[in-house]
């Protein structure tokens, strides 16, 4: 079972940011969070992970409280194409496979 | 440096037939990851194999479905005497090692049973 707890939708004004939370009240010290999106029927896409501190890449930043029981992704300036459904993955560093739970379903509007 | 490379992209089977799914596995990497999605569903995990080696097979059916991921070359999914039942999307991902380290998904094959 996918440990963690996400809105199933949410909707984004085109160009403003967008922030997806994600809730991991059971998550352990040595498991990451995971976020990875599904455009219509593609194959998921990595987005970013982390652990402990707030990380940032080219495509989203992830906010990860400080007791680690929930976290945030942020896609700063969503675009119509950012519309997908987005996952959030708890799993431990060693090898783990990743449990998909439900996803948040996103949809960027113009 | 290609991505993970699934094919084929599309495979129509009669039922009873058997399907077969090459999944090719990024550059560098040595684990792979099989997932199952079902029309209108979410990503199912099926299993998970090293180099020559299951590791964690908790998602497979009992019956009919078998992988392997040999020295050489792809790792394949197998599905003996499909039924329509069997028509999903199949992911495959890879990923380089342990650790921290993120998996990267193929583009799948879309099975359909007929």
């Known amino acids: 079972d996918a440990k963690t707890t996400q809105p199933p939708s949410m909707d984004c004004a085109e160009g403003r940011a967008a922030n997806l939370p994600c809730n991991h009240s059971t998550i352990s010290g040595n498991e990451y969070v995971y976020w990875y999106r599904q455009i219509h029927s593609q194959g998921p896409q990595y987005i970013i992970h982390?652990?402990?501190n707030n990380e940032t890449n080219e495509m989203a930043s992830l906010i990860i409280t400080e007791d680690r029981k929930s976290s945030t992704l942020i896609l700063p300036h969503a675009t119509l194409r950012d519309t997908a459904v987005y996952y959030c993955i708890v799993i431990y560093n060693q090898g783990g496979k990743l449990i998909f739970g439900q996803g948040t379903e996103l949809s960027v509007k113009p | 440096n290609a991505g993970v490379m699934q094919n084929p992209r599309h495979l129509v089977r009669r039922r009873g037939q058997e399907a077969r799914l090459r999944c090719s596995p990024m550059?560098?990497?040595?684990?792979v990851y099989w997932y199952r999605q079902l029309p209108e569903e979410g990503l199912k995990f099926m299993v998970y194999l090293q180099k020559e080696n299951i590791i964690d097979e908790s998602g497979m059916p009992k019956e009919r479905f078998s992988a392997e991921f040999p020295k050489e070359g792809p790792s394949i999914l197998r599905i003996q005497q499909v039924v329509r039942g069997d028509s999903a999307a199949y992911f495959c991902?890879?990923?380089?090692?342990?650790?921290?380290?993120?998996?990267?998904f193929g583009q799948g094959t879309r099975l359909t049973v007929v």
């Open positions: 550059k560098g990497h040595s684990h």
């Open positions: 991902a890879s990923r380089q090692g342990q650790g921290a380290t993120e998996a990267f």
């Open positions: 982390g652990l402990k």
